[in-house]
Structures are given as C-alpha cells and as structure tokens.
Nanobody, 128 residues
Framework: QVQLVESGGGLVQAGGSLRLSCAAS????????MAWFRQAPGKEREFVTA????????????DYADSVKGRFTISRDNSKDTVYLQMNSLKPEDTAVYYC?????????????????WGQGTQVTVSE
C-alpha cells in the first residue's frame, strides 16, 4: 500500500502562485509514476500533470495538460518521497480540489482509473 498526503492548497488571487506537496509512504516511491489531477464542482476529475523516471540517468519524463502547460511544473524529491506541483499565473478556472495519485505502471497515463493510489485532496481557490 501507498499512502499519499497532499498539502499546500489555499486561496490566492488570479496571477498568483501556490506550491502543492504530496508526501508518500509505504512503498518504493521512486518506482511509481506520480500525477496530479483536479476536480472542480460539477465536473469530472481531470489530468493535470505526471512525472516518471526516464531511461536517461537522473532524468525524468513529464507530461502536462494543455491548460496548464507553461504555468505549472511538477517535480519530485525521491529522498523525501515527495512530489511537488508549482502553480504560477493562476487563473480562476484553476479552482478545484487537487489530488495526488500514484501508479505502479511504467508509462504515464492521463486516465484517472489507471492510478492505484490517491490522496485525500487539497482545495485550491483562485479569486478574480
């Protein structure tokens, strides 16, 4: 089992920044694909970004939804079993509950059903 705990959400004005953290425990963190999803009220959960180990030594592969590309950055610190989501230039449409997810597969998926473990979520609210 893998336990995921998100933190760092809050209220921010449009144009501002937030950094979310997701602390993992229970298994070998570095072997997992880690992702962030979000869910706004009345909408389905959607993929935001994911990161996995690359075949190139000490490099990582990342994938971003078009809506956040250039504004959000995912990173991970395997020594701390933590993945981060740096969110810049936030917009009101970024308002949602943000979830951290982990997948044992080797490839990155944008589909929520492919992920094995989920955190409880952290609320991000962006005001006008």
């Amino acid at each position: 089992q893998v336990q995921l705990v998100e933190s760092g959400g809050g209220l921010v004005q449009a144009g501002g920044s937030l950094r979310l953290s997701c602390a993992a425990s229970g298994r070998t963190f570095s072997n997992y694909v880690m992702a962030w999803f979000r869910q706004a009220p009345g909408k389905e959960r959607e993929f935001v970004t994911a990161i996995r180990r690359s075949s190139i030594y000490m490099r990582y592969y990342t994938d971003y939804a078009d809506s956040v590309k250039g504004r959000f950055t995912i990173s991970r610190d395997n020594s701390k079993d933590t993945v981060y989501l740096q969110m810049n230039s936030l917009k009101p449409e970024d308002t949602a509950v943000y979830y951290c997810a982990a997948d044992q597969a080797s490839g990155v998926s944008r589909m929520a059903k492919e992920y094995d473990y989920w955190g409880q979520g952290t609320q991000v609210t962006v005001s006008e």
